[in-house]
C-alpha cells in the first residue's frame, strides 16, 4: 500500500461576477423640443407617455435624469440609437452611459 499523497494541493477558485450595469443619462439643453425629448424616450426606451413626460421634465429641471440601466452593450445602443435621432432632426439632443457603482 503507497502513502503518496495523489490529491491536488491547491483549488481552482471560480469567481464569477455578475457584469456591471450602465446607466444611460439624458442631459438638458435649450434647443430640443419637449415634445421631441418625449417621443425619442418612448420609441427608444419603451416608455409610457407619463414615464417619459416625467424623465423630460427632471432632465429639464435639474440638467440629467437616469432614463435606465441596462448592459453595457445595450446602454450603449441604446444611447446612440437616441443621440442620432435627434441629430437626424437637426437638435443637440444628448444622452450618455456611464458604468454604475
Ligand atoms: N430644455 C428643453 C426645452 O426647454 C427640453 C429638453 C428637456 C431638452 C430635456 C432636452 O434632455 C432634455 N425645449
Known sequence: MSNIDLKPKTKAKIKIERPKL???ILVNDDY???EFVVSVLKA?????EDQAYKVMLTAHQRGVCVVGVFTKDVAETKATRATDAGR???YPLLF???PEE
Not at 44 to 48: G, K, L, S, V
Open 32 to 34: 430640443t423640443p419637449r
Open 22 to 24: 450602465h446607466k444611460v
Open 88 to 90: 437626424a432632426k437637426g
Open 96 to 98: 450618455t452611459t456611464e
Open 44 to 48: 427608444e426606451f419603451r416608455m409610457t
